[in-house]
């Protein structure tokens, strides 16, 4: 019995020692678990402000472009060759007919020593399989191919309605794909997927294929040639990037002069044309409204429908009102381009004419007048708007084009037309799409990595002969695979809040009044909300500030804002302490613009411009936005960036030393 008890007391020793053991293990993982999901909350939190403010940035630089688009109108006009495509090499004169352009290609040879693809029309499946390869390789498709398919392209386009009806059998799915922007590995992973386009796959493209990617081109070459082999099972509508003005500033207009130097302005010119073809809007099965950005509580499809769509060339330009048209025609002056800088410097053209930044405008003799506000005003909606949760429709401020569209707005114009769902693209969405309005409103984008490497995957749609929408995901990767999920996050991070402090630091002089105002007593502090308040009322983000003020400014232990720390570890590119600090500000706060006034005046795209040029264009673009001109200062700083060869400008290696950047990344002069 003692041997028993003996036994019986050393198990229970044993079992209070296991139990003592379990509890630390249960705690320890409690507390592990408690520490991961902390952790996870603070890296999410951190990935959706890092992307709320990538977006908002970009809305307020489509905001920005809209409210210049006058003045980039008038430049365009004011340098425009009237008379000739500015290119001698492909011809030294051009025919007063409306089309003449269209047989351009054939006066450009392709040399023996071209290794890309060789295209025959009609293109076949092996000619698209050929373009697939090259541009794998990253081969450049040769311009005489470029212009003949594009002519080709046209061509068809002219063909299709504004509204594309499509049926789909019950024997097969149909895919639905939403903004691309030039990133060409994103349609190489959908169609290795999916498969190819084909009679057994159709598609259908739901605008912008360009612009902010580096492919652009690649993809409009490859959607084009689907489009010319199965132009009944590949389907293209037009997004808002496709046009002339935005391609100025968001990237397409340079990829094409950087990629093909010499027949550059002519593919654009043609480019804007065809862009004009495209069609507005898909339907499915009369069930299934496809279009690029939204609808609006006055979207009117049969209107859409009737509509002469290629007077469109950009949404950028509104058409006068009647009332000065009617002014207009009395006078016997043509139908004028809207330009608020350019009333007395108005050029009037009779042919058509090719900018000099390769952004041109088709003008004929005795042409079809200009769209009235009433068309304008429907395709805009069309392709500029986003939902939103709450009912009714307003203005889209934030975008500064198009409208936020309700529930009921959706659902009153599902009704009228005996639809089911609409599908647009039009927005960023961190999983490549979104469900709203109780799921009859889809929002499709297929652009992976949008804004960083690891921001966002890209997604598409397959939708069964049923018309029930099956989403498949993907992301392309390069570098992420290397990185956990904490780095790639502090990546995205990392170039969010860089991109937001450059903004903060070309406001620095309204920021720094707006400051003042709630600093009564001069001390160099106010509340956080003041902060906040001052930040929103200058930048106009609707950014989360209370949350980014930990990594834009300095607070003191009573929990005040050092205001004036948000513009100390940042600096320009380069030293300009002997310039006039406001005109450095401004450089800085118009630097896009400017480099799009520079590529629209470098008429030879040889990256130079005569100073003189330069100083007259300056006095024009800051009398536009009512800033001070500076003369003597930009002839000081020229000189100063020592970037004046010759009576000449680099303006590439100018606007380069206009870079906001950290104080320690700063290059070396």
Same mark, same amino acid.
Not at 234 to 259: A, M, P, Q, T
Not at 415 to 425: A, G, T
Not at 455 to 481: K, M, W
């Given at each position: 019995?003692?041997?028993?008890?003996?036994?019986?007391?050393?198990?229970?020793?044993?079992?209070?020692?296991?139990?003592?053991?379990?509890?630390?293990?249960?705690?320890?993982?409690?507390?592990?678990?408690?520490?991961?999901?902390?952790?996870?909350?603070?890296?999410?939190?951190?990935?959706?402000?890092?992307?709320?403010?990538?977006?908002?940035?970009?809305?307020?630089?489509?905001?920005?472009?809209?409210?210049?688009?006058?003045?980039?109108?008038?430049?365009?006009?004011?340098?425009?060759?009237?008379?000739?495509?500015?290119?001698?090499?492909?011809?030294?004169?051009?025919?007063?007919?409306?089309?003449?352009?269209?047989?351009?290609?054939?006066?450009?040879?392709?040399?023996?020593?071209?290794?890309?693809?060789?295209?025959?029309?009609?293109?076949?499946?092996?000619?698209?399989?050929?373009?697939?390869?090259?541009?794998?390789?990253?081969?450049?498709?040769?311009?005489?191919?470029?212009?003949?398919?594009?002519?080709?392209?046209?061509?068809?386009?002219?063909?299709?309605?504004?509204?594309?009806?499509?049926?789909?059998?019950?024997?097969?799915?149909?895919?639905?794909?939403?903004?691309?922007?030039?990133?060409?590995?994103?349609?190489?992973?959908?169609?290795?997927?999916?498969?190819?386009?084909?009679?057994?796959?159709?598609?259908?493209?739901?605008?912008?294929?360009?612009?902010?990617?580096?492919?652009?081109?690649?993809?409009?070459?490859?959607?084009?040639?689907?489009?010319?082999?199965?132009?009944?099972?590949?389907?293209?509508?037009?997004?808002?990037?496709?046009?002339?003005?935005?391609?100025?500033?968001?990237?397409?207009?340079?990829?094409?002069?950087?990629?093909?130097?010499?027949?550059?302005?002519?593919?654009?010119?043609?480019?804007?044309?065809?862009?004009?073809?495209?069609?507005?809007?898909?339907?499915?099965?009369?069930?299934?409204?496809?279009?690029?950005?939204?609808?609006?509580?006055?979207?009117?499809?049969?209107?859409?429908?009737?509509?002469?769509?290629?007077?469109?060339?950009?949404?950028?330009?509104?058409?006068?009102?009647?009332?000065?048209?009617?002014?207009?025609?009395?006078?016997?002056?043509?139908?004028?381009?809207?330009?608020?800088?350019?009333?007395?410097?108005?050029?009037?053209?009779?042919?058509?004419?090719?900018?000099?930044?390769?952004?041109?405008?088709?003008?004929?003799?005795?042409?079809?007048?200009?769209?009235?506000?009433?068309?304008?005003?429907?395709?805009?909606?069309?392709?500029?708007?986003?939902?939103?949760?709450?009912?009714?429709?307003?203005?889209?401020?934030?975008?500064?084009?198009?409208?936020?569209?309700?529930?009921?707005?959706?659902?009153?114009?599902?009704?009228?037309?005996?639809?089911?769902?609409?599908?647009?693209?039009?927005?960023?969405?961190?999983?490549?799409?979104?469900?709203?309005?109780?799921?009859?409103?889809?929002?499709?984008?297929?652009?992976?990595?949008?804004?960083?490497?690891?921001?966002?995957?890209?997604?598409?749609?397959?939708?069964?002969?049923?018309?029930?929408?099956?989403?498949?995901?993907?992301?392309?990767?390069?570098?992420?695979?290397?990185?956990?999920?904490?780095?790639?996050?502090?990546?995205?991070?990392?170039?969010?809040?860089?991109?937001?402090?450059?903004?903060?630091?070309?406001?620095?002089?309204?920021?720094?009044?707006?400051?003042?105002?709630?600093?009564?007593?001069?001390?160099?502090?106010?509340?956080?909300?003041?902060?906040?308040?001052?930040?929103?009322?200058?930048?106009?983000?609707?950014?989360?500030?209370?949350?980014?003020?930990?990594? %834009? @400014?300095? /607070?003191?232990?009573?929990?005040?804002? +050092?205001?004036?720390?948000? $513009?100390?570890? !940042?600096?320009?590119? *380069? #030293?300009?302490?002997?310039?006039?600090?406001? %005109? @450095?500000? /401004?450089?800085?706060?118009?630097?896009? +613009?400017?480099?799009?006034? $520079?590529?629209? !005046?470098?008429?030879? *795209? #040889?990256?130079?411009?005569?100073?003189?040029?330069?100083?007259? /264009?300056?006095?024009?673009?800051?009398?536009?936005?009512?800033?001070?001109?500076?003369?003597?200062?930009?002839?000081?700083?020229?000189?100063?960036?020592?970037?004046?060869?010759?009576?000449?400008?680099?303006?590439?290696?100018?606007?380069?030393?206009?870079?906001?950047?950290?104080?320690?990344?700063?290059?070396?002069?």
């Amino acid at each position: 019995m003692e041997h028993i008890v003996t036994d019986m007391g050393c198990n229970a020793s044993i079992d209070d020692r296991a139990e003592s053991k379990s509890e630390k293990a249960i705690k320890a993982a409690v507390l592990i678990q408690k520490w991961y999901r902390s952790t996870r909350a603070r890296l999410e939190i951190s990935r959706r402000y890092s992307l709320t403010i990538f977006q908002s940035i970009e809305y307020a630089d489509e905001q920005d472009q809209a409210q210049l688009a006058s003045f980039f109108t008038f430049m365009l006009e004011r340098y425009a060759d009237p008379d000739a495509v500015a290119d001698a090499s492909i011809s030294p004169s051009v025919s007063h007919q409306a089309d003449s352009y269209l047989t351009e290609y054939e006066n450009i040879e392709v040399p023996d020593s071209y290794c890309g693809p060789r295209l025959s029309f009609p293109l076949t499946l092996a000619d698209a399989n050929a373009l697939l390869h090259a541009f794998k390789d990253g081969q450049l498709l040769h311009a005489h191919y470029v212009l003949q398919l594009l002519c080709e392209t046209r061509r068809v386009l002219k063909e299709k309605p504004n509204i594309n009806l499509v049926s789909v059998s019950y024997s097969k799915e149909i895919t639905v794909c939403g903004d691309l922007h030039g990133n060409l590995d994103d349609l190489f992973l959908i169609f290795y997927k999916n498969g190819l386009p084909s009679e057994k796959k159709p598609y259908v493209f739901n605008g912008d294929f360009v612009d902010r990617g580096r492919n652009s081109m690649e993809i409009l070459i490859i959607l084009f040639a689907f489009l010319l082999i199965y132009p009944n099972d590949v389907h293209l509508n037009r997004g808002n990037h496709e046009d002339y003005v935005i391609n100025l500033r968001y990237g397409f207009s340079s990829e094409v002069l950087n990629k093909y130097k010499v027949h550059g302005k002519v593919i654009l010119y043609l480019l804007q044309d065809v862009f004009s073809w495209l069609p507005l809007a898909t339907i499915i099965n009369k069930k299934v409204l496809i279009v690029h950005g939204g609808i609006s509580n006055t979207t009117d499809l049969d209107f859409l429908n009737l509509l002469e769509r290629n007077k469109l060339k950009s949404l950028m330009r509104p058409p006068k009102p009647e009332a000065d048209r009617e002014e207009q025609a009395k006078e016997g002056t043509p139908a004028a381009r809207p330009s608020t800088c350019a009333a007395n410097e108005h050029v009037t053209r009779k042919t058509r004419g090719v900018s000099s930044s390769g952004s041109t405008e088709l003008s004929r003799p005795n042409s079809q007048s200009g769209p009235t506000l009433k068309e304008w005003k429907q395709v805009l909606d069309i392709l500029w708007s986003d939902p939103r949760k709450q009912n009714g429709c307003v203005p889209n401020k934030r975008r500064g084009g198009g409208c936020y569209f309700g529930p009921d707005t959706t659902a009153r114009l599902l009704e009228r037309y005996n639809l089911k769902m609409l599908i647009r693209s039009h927005e960023f969405k961190r999983e490549g799409y979104e469900l709203t309005h109780g799921g009859k409103v889809i929002t499709i984008f297929s652009a992976s990595n949008y804004y960083e490497e690891g921001s966002n995957r890209g997604a598409y749609i397959r939708l069964n002969p049923d018309l029930i929408p099956h989403f498949v995901q993907y992301q392309v990767r390069e570098c992420t695979d290397k990185q956990n999920y904490w780095e790639r996050v502090k990546t995205i991070e990392r170039s969010a809040l860089q991109t937001l402090r450059e903004k903060i630091f070309a406001h620095r002089s309204t920021l720094t009044e707006a400051f003042a105002k709630y600093d009564c007593n001069n001390t160099g502090k106010i509340s956080v909300s003041d902060w906040a308040a001052a930040m929103e009322s200058v930048l106009c983000l609707e950014l989360p500030w209370r949350t980014l003020q930990f990594h %834009l @400014v300095k /607070t003191d232990t009573d929990g005040k804002v +050092d205001y004036m720390s948000c $513009f100390h570890n !940042m600096e320009i590119a *380069q #030293s300009t302490e002997e310039v006039q600090p406001a %005109l @450095v500000e /401004t450089l800085c706060k118009y630097r896009k +613009d400017l480099e799009i006034i $520079f590529n629209i !005046m470098d008429e030879d *795209q #040889s990256g130079l411009i005569s100073f003189d040029e330069f100083r007259k /264009t300056w006095r024009i673009f800051s009398s536009h936005l009512g800033i001070d001109a500076y003369d003597a200062s930009i002839d000081k700083l020229a000189q100063s960036i020592d970037y004046n060869k010759d009576d000449y400008i680099d303006f590439s290696e100018f606007l380069e030393a206009f870079h906001v950047v950290h104080k320690r990344d700063k290059k070396p002069t």
